[in-house]
């Protein structure tokens, strides 16, 4: 299936500190975007890169993409606490755009 | 602005039981409509999406259905609830294709 595969599956840094999560996926993608999800609520949109873009940054996070590895990165620059979350990434594909997800990364920013 | 609501936010349904979720878009026309559902410590798997009212398609074989009776209400059924629909069930919506999908706050049903 064309689900994304984020890894490491879990990240414990200390608070300061960038975190870095990759995702990977298998075929061509319209686009692909990042939601965080903190326990048991619902999905945060963070941000879409669309196929065309390499890099893209809002606030604290920095997206790359990279379309010829079929590969992509989440930057969290300046860890805080309270950015403790599950996130994941989702390619989009199909005729209505579906996203499809993984199973995520599991961050822990320790204060 | 636009929000999405859905309800309940817990359920606790016996098994054959129906089942009944729905959400609600406000602030926009003729959205695309999403169901997801998350099993515990997984990610989200697409079961239903629509980019219109009646037009439903189903991404996997499956215990429930969908209905999208007005532009803006998506409506996710069981007839006979089974143990394994047990889940985090997430509505999502977008503009057009192509574009951010935005979630809801989601329904917890649990089947005993």
């Known amino acids: 299936s064309q689900q994304g595969e984020e890894d490491p599956q879990a990240l414990s840094i200390q608070e300061g500190e960038n975190a870095t999560m990759n995702c990977s996926y298998k075929?061509?993608?319209?686009?692909l975007q990042w939601y965080r999800q903190n326990s048991g609520r619902g999905l945060v949109h963070l941000i879409l890169?669309?196929?065309?873009?390499r890099e893209k940054h809002s606030g604290r996070l920095r997206v790359t993409l990279d379309t010829s590895k079929k590969s992509s990165s989440l930057l969290i620059t300046a860890s805080r606490a309270a950015d403790t979350a599950s996130y994941f990434c989702?390619?989009?594909?199909?005729?209505?755009?579906?996203?499809?997800f993984g199973s995520g990364t599991q961050l822990t920013v320790l204060p | 602005s636009q929000t999405i609501h859905q309800w309940p936010a817990t359920l606790v349904q016996p098994v054959g039981s129906p089942l009944s979720l729905e959400c609600t878009v406000e602030?926009?026309?003729?959205?695309?409509l999403y169901w997801y559902r998350q099993a515990a410590g997984r990610g989200l798997q697409l079961l239903f999406y629509s980019v219109g009212i009646g037009q439903i398609s189903s991404e996997v074989p499956q215990n429930l259905s969908a209905s999208r009776p007005q532009d803006r209400q998506f409506i996710l059924s069981s007839k006979k609830l089974l143990l394994s629909d047990s889940g985090f069930y997430l509505c999502?919506?977008?503009f057009g294709q192509g574009n951010e999908q935005y979630f809801g706050p989601g329904t917890r049903l649990t089947v005993t």
């Open positions: 999502a919506w977008s």
């Open positions: 989702a390619p989009q594909t199909g005729s209505a755009r579906q996203l499809t």
């Open positions: 890169i669309r196929s065309n873009e």
């Open positions: 602030g926009t026309s003729n959205p695309n």
């Open positions: 075929t061509s993608i319209n686009n």
